[in-house]
């Protein structure tokens, strides 16, 4: 059989990424420009600069992918693109790269929701075997969703407020870790203890979570001990807050694996890369028996391979566009 080449592209916050996968399992070149640096200073994306530098980054990186894989866009079946959930600036760059792509070599143009990039992400490690249950734990999402075959999405739950990533990044700032605070946090939490005493928020029977009672409660914590005079132990205030936020998520999925009868797990997202809930993850697995997969690091944050993996099977099922494409700044999955 004829292999398949899909170019995936990422633009939906600050990383520009373009990627060419074989067959949706086949990782054959990656570029990834992450505007990390430019951001840091401002303490998060700002999403005008985020788009700017898109557009000063998309046709290097376009251009740097294909030289890396040695090939050109007459090798490639078609063109993958995120086209929502994200900055809406951001987007457009990404899009209007593929979308011009897509006409010039005349290729078929592959819409790619966000969440589908990240839940797809696992088939570059081992094939998605159905039904299974996707634990999407990102900076925008934090939603567990079952999936009976390709493309067949249904939502069991999600969060109420903020996201977990959202959550680390802030709880990072209260205690001066600087963007992303997520990954510091993480690392932090692994020196510390969890000796400050926080809320598990939503201890409920839903498949729902919620964020932003358990950040307040970090903000309070540190302002009464800044009051009292104390110093904040940072490590131990890390621990104390990862393992309630990875505790929450667990509840949950531990929840819907028993109702649901879940036999594979799979974990995407940028949170997946969090080291606590990797290891409460494969305990999670030990206790109930079920197939784990969560992509190694390099697929957990965004990037152009999961697009184009995820693009491959959009592709299969002939899910293409045509060029009234757009971008959509939120969306559900679909
Ligand atoms: O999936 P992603 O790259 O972007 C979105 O689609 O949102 O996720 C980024 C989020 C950020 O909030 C970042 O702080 C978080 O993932 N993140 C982590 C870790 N690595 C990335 N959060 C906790 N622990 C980590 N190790
Ligand atoms: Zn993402």
Redesign the pocket.
């Known amino acids: 059989m004829k292999d398949t080449y899909i170019l995936g592209i990422e633009s939906?916050?600050d990383?520009t990424s373009v990627s060419i996968v074989k067959n949706g399992n086949e990782e054959i070149a990656t570029v990834i420009s992450s505007q990390i640096d430019i951001h840091k200073s401002f303490g998060g994306v700002v999403p005008e600069i985020a788009s700017r530098n898109h557009v000063k980054n998309i046709t290097l990186v376009l251009e740097e992918c294909l030289d890396k894989a040695n090939m050109t866009m007459e090798d490639i079946d078609a063109i993958a693109i995120t086209y929502g959930p994200?900055l809406i600036g951001s987007l457009l760059i990404g899009l209007e790269a593929a979308k011009t792509l897509a006409f010039i070599h005349n290729k078929p143009l592959i819409p790619v929701h966000?969440i589908a990039g990240?839940i797809y992400a696992n088939s570059l490690v081992k094939e998605l075997t159905f039904p299974l249950l996707a634990v999407v734990v990102?900076?925008?999402?934090t939603e567990l969703i079952e999936m009976t075959d390709h493309y067949k999405f249904n939502k069991l739950g999600g969060t109420l407020d903020d996201?977990?990533?959202?959550c680390?990044?802030k709880v990072?700032r209260v205690i001066n870790l600087e963007y992303?605070?997520?990954?510091k946090?993480?690392k932090l939490a692994h020196i510390g203890k969890p000796t400050y005493k926080l809320p598990v928020p939503l201890k409920d029977d839903s498949y729902n979570f919620s964020f932003s009672g358990l950040k307040s409660a970090v903000i309070n914590l540190a302002h009464n001990e800044e009051q009292r005079g104390n110093e904040l132990n940072k490590e131990n205030l890390a621990a104390s807050f990862q393992k309630v936020a990875i505790e929450s998520i667990i509840n949950k999925v531990r929840k819907a694996v028993i109702d649901k009868n879940i036999k594979t797990v799979i974990v995407a997202?940028?949170?997946a890369?969090?080291?606590?809930?990797r290891e409460e993850m494969e305990k999670l697995k030990d206790e109930l028996g079920f197939d784990l997969s969560i992509p190694p690091m390099k697929y957990?944050?965004?990037n152009g391979t999961m697009i184009a993996a995820a693009g491959y099977y959009a592709y299969k099922l002939g899910r293409t566009a045509d060029y009234y494409l757009n971008s959509v700044s939120s969306e559900k999955l679909n």
């Open positions: 939906s916050c990383e994200g966000h990240h990102s900076g925008g999402h996201a977990v990533g959202e680390y990044d990072a992303p605070g997520g990954p946090l993480d997202g940028g949170v890369a969090n080291q606590g809930l957990c944050t965004d």
